[in-house]
């Protein structure tokens, strides 16, 4: 172990947010409709990348059991370092409500609460209080850059808008990874480029955030790309893959006290 | 990849919880958006409650009235009358009965009437056959007062006024004659002769036949009409509690030799079967009641359903938020119960109006019994739970995946 470079003894030792083994998925029928074929994927905390892959490639199904919402007919799935591959209804709901922020196409607003209170839905299924979850909905709005919109209700908002308050929603338990499911699908060029640019400052500032999507423009503007076709892996241009510790990293990483660099030297110290 | 503690696995998992104040405001987020619907789907519950506690309340406000009178009249008074079966006599009671009735312990008050041929006619021009159902009965002084009767108009006959041709009419009487007051001194045609009018009674519960008699005293009666003065009918006062043992000596008392001819009947029994008829109808009516309160639930259940299917992706998203599976069942249930709850509540409230609407009408005291409003309500609750129970489960099922796919 003393011997291994410091890129292997950081996937060694770190925790990575969110780590799939060997994941098959199949759906019954006859015959069985295969969607994952034996994906292995690893994503360290603090990473921004992208799934790419054309409609029915299995990245839908990716994402279904990434974020728990889907079980694997077989393969392990580790979440912060958690194997929940075994977690039955009730964990999965809270390894959801506290390590995984969701954003989807449609936004998935509900229409009769304020911004401030969709965004506070977040930390709803945690347990805290409501004024509480109102503090933590508000800082996390006002990251999201809709400081001046917090009483307005959905309809008062532009696409754009409300997909920050999507986000917002999403980051406001602080999860170990976001997965974000073709967020500027329903949005126009300007309002998507925005939204990229808010999910970059968010990687900078630390999160760990997937992005699925079709469009291999966006995802080329991402650090790193996972390419899905037929329920595999075509390519990945992850630092694990390439070797290349340099490039993939992501600038986020530098924030003490949780980044896998720093728990390396802890680890290291440690030993 | 060691399995030993991880270092930055300080996060610790806590199982996803939803408090009991954010149950009800997430149980009724559905129904504040949707607020036409909530009414509407309510409403059935509302009928229901409320036809169920406007009956239950107008009944008992009719049993408190119809008590209050039978509590005024008093249970205690008993009447015999010959009993005009097969080989009954001439419709009369022996003479000394009242005498004999009056020497037996418990009996408080004793008074009898005496029927009479006569009729009784408005004047000497109207047609003698048309005596509109009135009868001319010879009365005791002491009649009034055992049946704790008044006079609206006027005044009772005494000892002064009972030897000489005076009147007293029951209320009905004094209707069909046309007499509404005593001060300009009407007369009356009874048996040919003229009686002069000082008296009009209030109605007589216990004694309706009274209401259609025209009393008169009986030293007029015999000295005028040479009436013969065997009792028709015997009106008695016992003490309290002894009711049942004056009544089974009554027979024997009054006709020895015939004890059955004598037929003993304790006027306030009629009236409380009067209040078991209704109660009868009361039973429909709580039927009909329990029938929309069904309907009312089948609509919440149709609604919830209907609900379940619309918010097939907030299903998702709370689901992707970290709702558990009871979590959602809960949040559904909740509001079903809400909405029942809505319903039963608006329907106590209009039970309750149209039981004092009518009560107030009626002239009855207002009576909603607490039961009905406890029954009615938790009725709402029991219906609410049952017909949330499946459309709850089946949001509770929905696969995320499958309540997130875009609609």
């Not at chain 1, 790309?225 to 986020?252: F, K, L, M, Y």
């Not at chain 2, 408190?64 to 009358?81: C, H, K, R, Y």
């Not at chain 2, 037929?263 to 079967?273: C, D, F, K, N, Y």
């Given at each position: 172990?003393?011997?291994?470079?410091?890129?292997?003894?950081?996937?060694?030792?770190?925790?990575?947010?969110?780590?799939?083994?060997?994941?098959?998925?199949?759906?019954?029928?006859?015959?069985?409709?295969?969607?994952?074929?034996?994906?292995?994927?690893?994503?360290?905390?603090?990473?921004?990348?992208?799934?790419?892959?054309?409609?029915?490639?299995?990245?839908?199904?990716?994402?279904?059991?990434?974020?728990?919402?889907?079980?694997?007919?077989?393969?392990?799935?580790?979440?912060?370092?958690?194997?929940?591959?075994?977690?039955?209804?009730?964990?999965?709901?809270?390894?959801?409500?506290?390590?995984?922020?969701?954003?989807?196409?449609?936004?998935?607003?509900?229409?009769?609460?304020?911004?401030?209170?969709?965004?506070?839905?977040?930390?709803?299924?945690?347990?805290?209080?409501?004024?509480?979850?109102?503090?933590?909905?508000?800082?996390?709005?006002?990251?999201?850059?809709?400081?001046?919109?917090?009483?307005?209700?959905?309809?008062?908002?532009?696409?754009?808008?409300?997909?920050?308050?999507?986000?917002?929603?999403?980051?406001?338990?602080?999860?170990?990874?976001?997965?974000?499911?073709?967020?500027?699908?329903?949005?126009?060029?300007?309002?998507?480029?925005?939204?990229?640019?808010?999910?970059?400052?968010?990687?900078?500032?630390?999160?760990?955030?997937?992005?699925?999507?079709?469009?291999?423009?966006?995802?080329?503007?991402?650090?790193?790309?996972?390419?899905?076709?037929?329920?595999?892996?075509?390519?990945?241009?992850?630092?694990?893959?390439?070797?290349?510790?340099?490039?993939?990293?992501?600038?986020?990483?530098?924030?003490?006290?949780?980044t896998a660099s720093s728990q390396l030297l802890n680890r290291a110290n440690d030993e | 990849m060691s399995d030993g503690p991880r270092s930055n696995e300080s996060r610790k998992l806590k199982p996803s919880k939803l408090r009991p104040a954010d149950v009800?405001?997430?149980?009724?987020?559905?129904?504040?958006?949707?607020?036409?619907?909530?009414?509407?789907?309510?409403?059935?519950?509302?009928?229901?409650?409320?036809?169920?506690?406007?009956?239950?309340?107008?009944?008992?406000?009719?049993?408190?009235?119809?008590?209050?009178?039978?509590?005024?009249?008093?249970?205690?008074?008993?009447?015999?009358?010959?009993?005009?079966?097969?080989?009954?006599?001439?419709?009369?009671?022996?003479?000394?009965?009242?005498?004999?009735?009056?020497?037996?312990?418990?009996?408080?008050?004793?008074?009898?009437?005496?029927?009479?041929?006569?009729?009784?006619?408005?004047?000497?021009?109207?047609?003698?056959?048309?005596?509109?159902?009135?009868?001319?009965?010879?009365?005791?002084?002491?009649?009034?007062?055992?049946?704790?009767?008044?006079?609206?108009?006027?005044?009772?006959?005494?000892?002064?006024?009972?030897?000489?041709?005076?009147?007293?009419?029951?209320?009905?009487?004094?209707?069909?004659?046309?007499?509404?007051?005593?001060?300009?001194?009407?007369?009356?045609?009874?048996?040919?002769?003229?009686?002069?009018?000082?008296?009009?009674?209030?109605?007589?519960?216990?004694?309706?036949?009274?209401?259609?008699?025209?009393?008169?005293?009986?030293?007029?009666?015999?000295?005028?009409?040479?009436?013969?003065?065997?009792?028709?009918?015997?009106?008695?006062?016992?003490?309290?509690?002894?009711?049942?043992?004056?009544?089974?000596?009554?027979?024997?008392?009054?006709?020895?030799?015939?004890?059955?001819?004598v037929s003993i009947s304790r006027p306030s029994e009629l009236l409380e079967a009067q209040d078991a008829t209704e109660s009868a109808f009361t039973n429909l009516f709580l039927g009909l009641g329990a029938v929309s309160l069904l309907v009312g639930g089948?609509?919440?259940?149709?609604?919830?359903?209907?609900?379940?299917?619309?918010?097939?992706?907030?299903?998702?998203?709370?689901?992707?938020?970290?709702?558990?599976?009871?979590?959602?069942?809960?949040?559904?249930?909740?509001?079903?119960?809400?909405?029942?709850?809505?319903?039963?509540?608006?329907?106590?409230?209009?039970?309750?109006?149209?039981?004092?609407?009518?009560?107030?009408?009626?002239?009855?005291?207002?009576?909603?019994?607490?039961?009905?409003?406890?029954?009615?309500?938790?009725?709402?609750?029991?219906?609410?739970?049952?017909?949330g129970l499946y459309p709850a489960m089946r949001a509770a099922r929905l696969a995320p995946t499958e309540a997130l796919r875009a609609t």
């Amino acid at each position: 172990m003393t011997k291994a470079s410091p890129a292997t003894i950081a996937q060694l030792t770190s925790t990575p947010a969110l780590e799939l083994i060997d994941i098959v998925k199949e759906y019954p029928g006859t015959p069985p409709v295969r969607a994952l074929d034996g994906v292995s994927l690893r994503v360290e905390d603090g990473e921004l990348a992208a799934i790419v892959g054309p409609s029915g490639s299995g990245k839908s199904t990716m994402l279904h059991v990434m974020g728990t919402l889907d079980r694997p007919t077989t393969g392990q799935l580790r979440i912060d370092g958690r194997n929940v591959s075994e977690f039955g209804d009730r964990r999965l709901s809270a390894v959801r409500s506290q390590l995984i922020g969701f954003v989807f196409q449609q936004f998935f607003l509900i229409d009769g609460m304020s911004a401030l209170d969709n965004v506070a839905n977040g930390l709803l299924y945690a347990g805290l209080p409501t004024a509480k979850r109102r503090v933590a909905a508000a800082e996390a709005l006002i990251k999201v850059g809709l400081a001046h919109r917090l009483g307005h209700f959905p309809n008062q908002l532009s696409g754009g808008e409300r997909q920050r308050v999507a986000i917002a929603r999403a980051i406001v338990h602080d999860p170990a990874i976001v997965l974000a499911d073709e967020p500027t699908g329903n949005l126009d060029s300007a309002a998507s480029e925005a939204i990229m640019e808010l999910l970059h400052g968010l990687h900078q500032a630390g999160s760990t955030i997937l992005v699925i999507t079709h469009d291999r423009e966006l995802a080329s503007s991402l650090p790193r790309q996972i390419s899905v076709r037929d329920g595999r892996i075509e390519t990945d241009t992850s630092p694990s893959h390439s070797n290349d510790a340099g490039s993939g990293w992501p600038a986020g990483k530098s924030a003490p006290g949780h980044t896998a660099s720093s728990q390396l030297l802890n680890r290291a110290n440690d030993e | 990849m060691s399995d030993g503690p991880r270092s930055n696995e300080s996060r610790k998992l806590k199982p996803s919880k939803l408090r009991p104040a954010d149950v009800v405001s997430v149980g009724s987020s559905g129904l504040r958006t949707r607020k036409m619907r909530t009414a509407l789907s309510a409403l059935g519950i509302t009928i229901g409650i409320a036809a169920m506690v406007g009956v239950l309340g107008i009944s008992e406000s009719s049993r408190a009235d119809l008590q209050a009178q039978i509590e005024a009249l008093g249970t205690n008074l008993l009447s015999v009358q010959p009993s005009g079966g097969f080989g009954g006599g001439d419709g009369t009671l022996p003479e000394e009965s009242v005498a004999k009735v009056s020497r037996i312990g418990p009996v408080e008050r004793v008074a009898d009437v005496v029927e009479m041929e006569q009729t009784i006619l408005r004047n000497d021009v109207v047609n003698p056959n048309e005596t509109g159902g009135l009868s001319v009965m010879a009365a005791d002084l002491d009649l009034l007062a055992t049946l704790n009767g008044d006079v609206s108009t006027g005044v009772w006959l005494d000892e002064a006024k009972a030897s000489v041709p005076t009147v007293v009419l029951g209320s009905v009487a004094a209707e069909r004659l046309a007499v509404t007051e005593v001060d300009q001194g009407p007369m009356v045609y009874i048996g040919g002769e003229w009686f002069a009018v000082v008296g009009i009674l209030a109605p007589f519960p216990l004694a309706p036949d009274l209401d259609r008699a025209a009393l008169i005293g009986k030293p007029i009666a015999a000295s005028m009409f040479e009436a013969e003065l065997n009792p028709s009918i015997i009106v008695l006062r016992t003490r309290a509690g002894s009711i049942d043992q004056v009544r089974s000596v009554l027979g024997p008392t009054v006709d020895p030799q015939s004890p059955d001819e004598v037929s003993i009947s304790r006027p306030s029994e009629l009236l409380e079967a009067q209040d078991a008829t209704e109660s009868a109808f009361t039973n429909l009516f709580l039927g009909l009641g329990a029938v929309s309160l069904l309907v009312g639930g089948v609509g919440i259940a149709n609604v919830m359903v209907i609900a379940v299917i619309e918010r097939r992706n907030e299903i998702g998203l709370r689901r992707a938020l970290g709702a558990t599976r009871a979590h959602i069942r809960r949040q559904f249930l909740t509001e079903s119960l809400i909405l029942s709850v809505i319903g039963g509540l608006a329907g106590v409230v209009l039970g309750a109006l149209v039981t004092a609407g009518y009560s107030t009408a009626q002239g009855w005291q207002v009576v909603v019994p607490p039961l009905a409003i406890i029954g009615g309500l938790a009725s709402a609750v029991i219906i609410g739970a049952i017909a949330g129970l499946y459309p709850a489960m089946r949001a509770a099922r929905l696969a995320p995946t499958e309540a997130l796919r875009a609609t």
